[in-house]
């Protein structure tokens, strides 16, 4: 049975996992408020009927804007990537993201959930963690980095506070206008893996470009774990969040929650498309010193752009990545409604239209 319609303020609504979980909330019946910069591409949100409010993480206003009235905020807004400075992904994840607590809790809204990512775990061969190991202090790229610190930051807005501490988000809480004994938010932390779905504009069309240039290769034997999520699993899972009293103040690990090889995603991709499937390999502790040299290397040269390897993509090629969702299955009666291979057909067709689309309109 339906809930109570609830007004939810969401944030990074025109991305992937944002503009999911808006037509996740539309679906639902609830009323949708969506926090958007004028550049971005709102073709979707107007479609949908949903209220925008102009502005960005750092703009105060939009986010009191966004907040007043509003039951529920959630966070799918976040600067992500493998390459890049500490500060300009502290920035969006932890500083602006300290704006948005400080708004949520003076509006006193009544829960909020903020997407995270199993990326915060120690950079590590993974077999079954869950929640009860602690993200790393030391991480492997900026942006797991910053999504630690925000993690924190999230839970010191919760009566209880922070298991832990980071010196960074220490300095962020110095910045809120809420006095410490005033942060009682309840908050609810999701950790999806690697997310694919329609609507992706980066990670997907890379990876056909690479299979259909033939120079994709598994780092070891691609038989290791991949920590995938279908968008539309990750939506139903945050609303689940939002809505379960058990989940205040807790944090849960997401994925399609059934074993997936990194070959087996790959190739999948591969023959959806049309493709011939990948066999190239690269020996794990090679790929693993080629990663360490060419990510020093294009430091040390200042490199805006990231190398062909880095230890980002070694950890996302080269590790094995099985984390436990039994938290999420037992306490939220999270069941992901769809197959990695339904999500994947999905996903790819939605793909190759949308290819097929700007072909024939560049040739028109």
């Not at 980095?145 to 922070?162: D, I, N, Q």
């Amino acid at each position: 049975m339906p809930g109570p319609t609830r007004t939810i303020f969401i944030t990074g609504g025109t991305g992937l996992v944002g503009s999911h979980v808006v037509e996740e909330a539309l679906a639902r019946g609830h009323k949708v408020r969506v926090l958007v910069r004028g550049s971005s591409d709102t073709r979707q949100l107007d479609a949908w009927g949903v209220e925008k409010v102009l502005g960005d993480l750092e703009d105060t206003n939009a986010l009191a804007q966004g907040v007043n009235g509003a039951d529920w905020v959630i966070n799918c807004a976040a600067k992500v990537g493998d390459w890049g400075d500490l500060d300009d992904f502290r920035r969006l994840n932890v500083d602006a993201l300290q704006l948005l607590l400080d708004a949520a809790t003076k509006a006193k809204v009544s829960r909020f959930v903020h997407v995270s990512s199993l990326g915060v775990y120690e950079g590590r061969d993974h077999h079954g963690t869950d929640e009860t190991t602690p993200p790393a202090l030391n991480s492997l790229d900026a942006y797991t980095r910053s999504k630690t610190e925000a993690e924190l930051l999230v839970l010191a807005y919760r009566p209880e506070g922070p298991a832990t501490m980071l010196p960074y988000v220490e300095e962020a809480l110095k910045k809120s206008t809420v006095p410490a004994a005033e942060r009682k938010l309840d908050v609810a932390i999701v950790r999806p893996g690697f997310i694919y779905g329609e609507r992706d504009r980066t990670v997907l069309p890379k990876l056909l470009t690479r299979l259909r240039s033939k120079v994709f290769a598994y780092f070891g034997s691609g038989q290791q774990a991949l920590n995938c999520i279908y968008v539309k699993n990750l939506a139903y899972g945050i609303f689940l969040a939002a809505e379960t009293p058990a989940a205040s103040g807790q944090v849960y690990n997401l994925t399609d929650g059934e074993p997936v090889t990194k070959r087996q995603f790959v190739g999948t991709v591969a023959k959806l498309a049309g493709l011939t499937e990948p066999t190239r390999k690269i020996p794990r502790p090679i790929a693993y010193w080629l990663a360490k040299g060419m990510e020093r290397r294009a430091r040390r040269k200042k490199a805006t752009e990231p190398p062909l390897i880095n230890m980002a993509r070694y950890k996302f090629l080269g590790l094995n990545l099985d984390y436990s969702i039994a938290k999420a299955r037992t306490q939220l009666g999270y069941q992901p409604p769809f197959t990695t291979q339904q999500g994947l057909e999905r996903a790819v067709a939605e793909l190759l239209a949308a290819e097929k689309a700007n072909s024939a309109a560049s040739n028109a």
